[in-house]
């Protein structure tokens, strides 16, 4: 991943559609991939998001990190009771211009629904 590039993105991308502490923990987590050399998937502690964003509600880290999936920024996986949320950090380039779907049977659902309807369309 180039980090310009990946901010670059995030910063057009992003425009209008996050939030202040939505943008914080990306930002937090884009640094801490950025210093793991860009791992695939990452462990962060909730207690440091609180650290280094100042969001002390955990609802509002919630609603923060669905935003960030929604539009395709990040995804995550919440560890439970007493284990670390894992991170992945969507590559934005500009050869991958969508967002994520929430998942590959949306798509293929999608695409089955398109072809149901273009051959009721034919008759």
Known sequence: MNFI????EFHERSFRKLTPN???????????DNTLAWAEWFEVSDSEIVWATSIKRRESIL???????????LDYKRGGQGKTTSYKIIELS?????????????????????SASDSASDS
Request: charged share 15%.
């Open 94 to 114: 500009t050869n991958n211009p969508q967002p994520l779907s929430n998942s590959a049977s949306d798509s293929a659902s999608d695409s089955a629904s398109d």
């Open 5 to 8: 590039t990946q901010l670059k």
């Open 22 to 32: 939505a943008t914080a923990i990306y930002l937090h987590l884009f640094m801490v």
């Open 63 to 73: 609603r923060a990190l669905n935003l960030l999936r929604q539009h395709g920024f």
